[in-house]
């Protein structure tokens, strides 16, 4: 039976720890109680997913790791999330696209993921679809409403969306692992996941009065370890109980 | 009305709600009691609102992710405890957006407690425990509050409040009967902690001008002091069993009464901090204002888009 290597499990959970990470500085802090609520439940699904995720890696390690030691015990360069869900939070908006991105990418990962050959995968897509369809819904009806909002609300989100559009083009970017895990059937054709990508991103951006930037260097490297300067930061948060109080029950 | 009109409903009104019957939007109040209420569940809305603060501070901080998706959950449930309440204060026509500037501008109050720092995990533990244990004998009793839409907006919460006391009170049971460093950090956060607890009841009884007329509306149903004892003399058992000291010399079992005795409570120091003294009153605050402040551009757009939604189906609507 197929089974994921834990590096491409790892990189699917720090994907949403990460990104959940960063949801969560929103808490207290939105611009209105109902959306805080929205964003904070988007955070808890995300981190609730990455927990099934971890508790799957640890499995597969075997050696004796708990989801906790995977999640808080590892350095920048062993972290293997893509660039995009690392930048920082900015403005509503800069966390609206950020989401959209992802969301969008996310859903048709996960679609595929329902029908992995790693049953364990399989599984845990099964349980987390109908929130990332959610998700995907939400952040999608906010970059419409900001960009087909006022002339601030457009111009800001534009200019999150240039901003952010280099670190879309990782999410596509096959490497050795990706392409073994598509050959077993565990992952899905990247190629596949760009198109249905970038069909959505387009049919919501023409909705918000959006446009696409033009041709972008992409950044890419994250789900190699290669991150930028923001991760460390976040680890340092993350990481710190864990770090200050080594071995210790919670 | 003529004034003699006005003291007969008034009057009617008292024997109405000693009656044990509840008051409901459309029926008839004294306009006291209105403004009462308006003040007593917006300060508590805001106090929700505010009460996130303290404990957002460790979401990205919290030991496991078992603790950060329980803490997230939490603090999204006071997110929606904020929520209910300000849905029952415009019941008694109060406009919400008003309240909410009237708490940015420190025209409205909070609970105090809330202006004190969260500086460790253990404080996730003894607000979890404590605040919200106080919170709870608070609003139990308001679940038979006279107004109707408050009393069943706290039976909502209560359910809610009591999972998170429980949930405190497990991160401390954790802590300590975990190393000597975990079980320090507990201690600390309950001597900090403590005090500040027992101030949420507010005055002593012979300190509250307001509580009469509201136990007579059947506002509110026990004094503070009573509530303060019920509190102490479930909470200090508790603590004994995970094996944490009370700060508190003067605190003994008293057989007689059937109550625990107390020392003294520094009321210089909750009149301070109500004052604006806290450790964190002016950062609640700020960080209030700044959210709100960097999302009205938020909310315009979505208003603007709203409006265009509305104008673009009249034009469909009328087309067809």
Known sequence: ?????????????????????????????????????????????????????????????????????????????????????????????????????????????????????????????????????????????WVIRLGDGTEESHQRVQSSVNDLWTFTGELFTPDELDREMQEQGIGPDLDVIAANWNKKVNEILEIATLQIPEETFMQSGGKQGEHGEYLGFILAELQFMQRAYPDMKW | MSKEEILNMEARFERYVAEENKVEPKDWMPEKYRKTLIRQISQHAHSEVVGMLPEANWISRAPSLRRKVALLAKVQDEAGHGLYLYSAAETLGADRQQLVEDLLSGKAKYSSIFNYPTPTWADMGAIGWLVDGAAI?????????????????????????????????????????????????????????????????????????????SMKWRIKRKSNDELRQEFIDKTVPQAEFIGLSIPDPDLKWNAERGHYDFGEINWDEFYNVIAGNGKCNRERLAARNKAHDEGKWVREAANAYAEKQRVRQQKQTSAA
């Not at chain 1, 720090?14 to 960063?22: A, F, P, S, T, Y």
């Not at chain 1, 964003?39 to 075997?62: F, H, W």
């Not at chain 2, 009393?151 to 999972?163: H, L, N, Q, W």
């Open chain 2, 137 to 213: 004998a608070n609003q139990v009793m308001l679940c038979r509050t006279s107004y109707g839409p408050y009393a069943r907006a706290m039976v909502k919460i209560c359910k809610e409040e009591s999972f998170h006391q429980r949930q405190g009170y497990e991160i401390m049971m954790a802590l300590a009967a975990g190393t000597p460093a975990q079980k320090k950090m507990a201690q600390d956060a309950l001597n900090r902690w403590w005090w500040p607890s027992l101030m949420m009841f507010g005055p002593t009884d012979d300190h509250s001008p307001n509580s009469a007329q």
């Open chain 1, 1 to 141: 039976m197929a089974q994921a290597s834990e590096k491409y499990v790892l990189r699917l959970a720090d994907n949403i720890l990460i990104l959940g990470q960063r949801l969560g500085e929103w808490c207290g802090h939105g611009p209105v109680l109902e959306q805080d609520i929205a964003l904070t439940n988007i955070a808890l699904d995300l981190i609730g997913q990455s927990r099934m995720l971890y508790q799957y890696a640890a499995e597969i390690r075997n050696d004796g790791s708990t989801e906790d030691d995977l999640a808080m015990k590892r350095d920048v360069f062993d972290y293997y999330n893509c660039l995009l869900v690392e930048q920082p939070n900015g403005d509503w908006g800069k966390t609206i696209v950020r989401q959209f991105f992802f969301d969008t990418y996310h859903y048709y990962l996960q679609e595929f993921l329902v029908n992995s050959s790693d049953q364990r995968l399989s599984e845990i897509a099964r349980k987390s679809f109908k929130e990332v369809a959610y998700h995907a819904q939400y952040s999608a009806e």
